[in-house]
């Protein structure tokens, strides 16, 4: 373990622009998966409620006759 994180030290902690690089680059990554988690989590808890669901039958339905 200790070799592993010696190896990791120094390929990332010894010069400031992979560092810098590395922690911008991890924060995308994980707003990206924080944000398909989310995404998914409210599409299951809505199912049946969303815009998407209901296109074709309470919306854009068919209109009923004025005669």
């Known amino acids: ?9 120094r390929t990332l ?7 810098v690089t590395f922690v911008i ?7 990206r998966m924080v944000n398909a988690g989310v995404d998914v989590a409210w599409k299951s808890n809505n ?12 919306i854009g339905g068919p209109k009923p006759d004025d005669d």
Request: aromatic fraction near 8%.
């Open 47 to 58: 199912k049946g409620k969303l815009y998407d669901d209901l296109l074709g039958t309470v």
């Open 1 to 9: 373990m200790g070799g592993l994180m010696h190896s990791v030290y």
């Open 25 to 31: 680059g991890g924060a995308l990554a994980g707003e």
């Open 13 to 19: 902690m010894t010069r400031n622009s992979v560092y």
